[in-house]
Each structure stands twice: as structure tokens, then as C-alpha cells.
T-cell receptor
Framework: LAKTTQPISMDSYEGQEVNITCSHNNIATNDYITWYQQFPSQGPRFIIQGYKTKVTNEVASLFIPADRKSSTLSLPRVSLSDTAVYYCLVGEERDTGFQKLVFGTGTRLLVSP | EADIYQTPRYLVIGTGKKITLECSQTMGHDKMYWYQQDPGMELHLIHYSYGVNSTEKGDLSSESTVSRIRTEHFPLTLESARPSHTSQYLC????????????FGPGTRLTVT
């Protein structure tokens, strides 16, 4: 199972772009990279998912280099409401077709005025 | 927004009591999950289900049990609650072909005194 490593915390200011990098050196061929956001006392919320290169949706971009040993979540122009914990996950596809997600300790992002 | 519900949101109960945490989703998802999360810590998968009459234990050993009699319903039961069961319990669901995108409920915060 691929283990992920991400910074414990990051600080930013409103309006800035935030990039959170995650390392997953042992990622397997079939693994997808997924990012979730969690606010206090709530369940995590899916942000974005990718396999290689770049993926963009309405809230974030995900950059994955060719070797796939790391990935970077990019949040454009953050606001105070983006203060949360961000999890980088690498899914493992089992023989049964079940894709298991392993949540690490995540990155605590604090956005200040 | 995802339609996945958990009740109760908060529960304080004495040692030895039997409790059932409810989880329902209206999205018709086949896959459902239970996670356990202590404050400030990562989520751990304790149970999952592929569909009706299918349940499996997750990576974190748990004394709880689950059932899946209906697609939309995935309750978790503790036969005899103990203080060590104090935690937040999060239910999630996903479509059959993409377990990486899971929809989480708001969670149940359980305190056993």
C-alpha cells in the first residue's frame, strides 16, 4: 500500500494561490491520487482525483509529474473558508475491485485575512 | 450536494449499553463505508459493503458490527459500549465504479461514560 507524506500545516493569506505537495514514492501502476477536504466536525469532502498529468475542476487543480511519485494540489485565490485539513490519498485496487482509501494525518491549511 | 444522513449527530451513553448508529443514503450507491476518527487524527476504515447482504471488516479492528439489508441503509451496532469506543463515526458511500470519490455523512460523535 502506497504511503503518502504531506506537510503537517501551511499558512496563507486570502487571495493567494496555495500549493500542497504530497509524496507517494511507492505508488502502484493502478493507483489513483485523490484529495479530500475536511472541516472540523464534518465528514471529508472529495475535491479532485487524477492519474497523471493535470486535472482541473471548478475548485482546484491537480498536477502529477510523469513519474507519479508526487502530486500537487493547487487552490487558486484562497479565502478564509478554505481553512481546513487537506488529505492526499492514494487508492489501492484490490483483486475484488474494491478501491481502498487510506487517510493520513493531512495538511492543516490556515488562511488569514 | 450528496444525500447521506447519519443519526444521531451526538450521543452520550453509559458503559454497557447497546447502541445503533444509523446511516442512510438516497443516491442508490452500492458501496458504503464506516470510518472511525479521533479528534485531530486520521480516519480509519472499520467496515465496508459492496451491496445488499455484503459486509467486510476494514483495516482497523472494531468490536462493532454492521448490516446491509437495504441498499440505502447501513447501520452500525455496538452490543456493549465502552469508554474506548468514544470517537467520531463517519459513514460514506460511493458509486460502484469509482470508490475514490466517496460521499461522507456529517458523522456521529459518540461519548461513552
Amino acid at each position: 500500500l502506497a504511503k503518502t507524506t504531506q506537510p503537517i500545516s501551511m499558512d496563507s493569506y486570502e487571495g493567494q494561490e496555495v500549493n500542497i505537495t504530497c509524496s507517494h514514492n511507492n505508488i502502484a501502476t493502478n493507483d489513483y491520487i485523490t484529495w479530500y477536504q475536511q472541516f472540523p466536525s464534518q465528514g471529508p469532502r472529495f475535491i479532485i482525483q487524477g492519474y497523471k498529468t493535470k486535472v482541473t475542476n471548478e475548485v482546484a487543480s491537480l498536477f502529477i509529474p510523469a513519474d507519479r511519485k508526487s502530486s500537487t494540489l493547487s487552490l487558486p485565490r484562497v479565502s478564509l473558508s478554505d481553512t481546513a485539513v487537506y488529505y492526499c490519498l492514494v487508492g489501492e485496487e484490490r483483486d475484488t475491485g474494491f478501491q481502498k482509501l487510506v487517510f493520513g494525518t493531512g495538511t492543516r491549511l490556515l488562511v488569514s485575512p | 450536494e450528496a444525500d447521506i444522513y447519519q443519526t444521531p449527530r451526538y450521543l452520550v451513553i453509559g458503559t454497557g449499553k447497546k447502541i445503533t448508529l444509523e446511516c442512510s443514503q438516497t443516491m442508490g450507491h452500492d458501496k458504503m463505508y464506516w470510518y472511525q476518527q479521533d479528534p485531530g487524527m486520521e480516519l480509519h476504515l472499520i467496515h465496508y459493503s459492496y451491496g445488499v447482504n455484503s459486509t467486510e471488516k476494514g483495516d482497523l479492528s472494531s468490536e462493532s458490527t454492521v448490516s446491509r439489508i437495504r441498499t440505502e441503509h447501513f447501520p452500525l451496532t455496538l452490543e456493549s459500549a465502552r469508554p474506548s469506543h468514544t470517537s467520531q463515526y463517519l459513514c460514506a458511500s460511493s458509486e460502484w465504479d469509482n470508490s475514490y470519490e466517496q460521499y461522507f455523512g456529517p458523522g456521529t460523535r459518540l461519548t461513552v461514560t
